[in-house]
């Protein structure tokens, strides 16, 4: 049997640098179960239209682990839920922002029978950082993935 690793705790979010957003994209969306799966369908389907086929699937599974948090944990009836993706020339960043900016994720090792407790997991996983920002209502819950070399165009 495989030992548990520690998870990866956020990482606090360092002051904007200078590289300008290149593409951004941003929807709200209502706090149903639909919502998560049409939010990981347009994510990946526009990381694949911004020029990163590669990163489409990642990048859906992240906006899909973000947002069910969301929902399950900090959604309000009747209050939206936030994506946004944002692409630099060095990283992805995805956002969701929901209205309960008391309610905290915290990241934990789960038993192996349960069902529940590894959205963020996968997040810190997947993203090469992740963390939360406050908001005048709500907060922000974030990841970012650093982009590799341009990948060839296929003509």
Not at 39 to 58: D, F, K, N, Y
Not at 78 to 90: E, G
Not at 127 to 145: I, L
């Amino acid at each position: 049997m495989n030992a548990p690793h520690a998870p990866q705790q956020p990482t606090p979010d360092p002051e904007p640098g200078p590289d300008p957003v290149l593409r951004e994209d941003r929807l709200d969306y209502t706090p149903t179960a639909g919502s998560v799966r049409l939010a990981r369908r347009r994510a990946g389907r526009l990381v694949g239209e911004w020029g990163w086929p590669g990163l489409a699937g990642s990048a859906g599974l992240l906006v899909s682990e973000l947002a069910t948090n969301a929902l399950l944990h900090d959604c309000l009836r009747d209050r939206l839920f936030r994506v946004r993706l944002q692409l630099t020339s060095a990283t992805l960043r995805i956002e969701v922002s929901d209205p309960r900016g008391e309610r905290l994720p915290r990241l934990r090792l789960p038993e192996d029978d349960e069902c529940f407790g590894r959205g963020l997991l996968i997040v810190a996983e997947l993203a090469d950082r992740w963390g939360v920002e406050p908001r005048t209502v709500g907060k922000t819950v974030w990841a970012e993935c650093r982009l590799g070399p341009r990948p060839a165009r296929v003509v």
